[in-house]
C-alpha cells in the first residue's frame, strides 16, 4: 500500500471513532440511568463503584438537562442534572 492510502484509512478510522464517541445523547421520560457526580473523579481506583444510580428521568428540558428521581423512593427535592453525566441503564424488576 502507498502511504497516501495508509494515511487516508487512519483518517476514515478517526472519524467514525470521533463520530461515535461524540454522539447526543437523547433521554425520555421514564428512561433508567446512572449518573456520574462530578465530585467523584478524584481519585479514583480501580474497584471502586463510579456510576451512582438508579434513576428515572422524570422531565427533559430543552438545555440538555433532565429532572431525575429515584427507583426505590420518592424524591422531595429532585436533581437536574446535565445529560453528559448520564447513561443509559437497564433496569428490571424481579417479582419474589
Known sequence: MQVVEI???????TTLWNQQKNMEKL????DYVQWLPKSNKSHLRKFIRKWFGSYIVQYVLQINIVLLVTI???????MLINVNKL??????EFDV
Open 7 to 13: 494515511a487516508g484509512i487512519q483518517q476514515w478510522n
Open 72 to 78: 426505590e423512593k420518592f424524591e422531595v427535592n429532585p
Open 87 to 92: 447513561k443509559p441503564y437497564k433496569y428490571m
Open 27 to 30: 433521554f425520555s421520560f421514564g
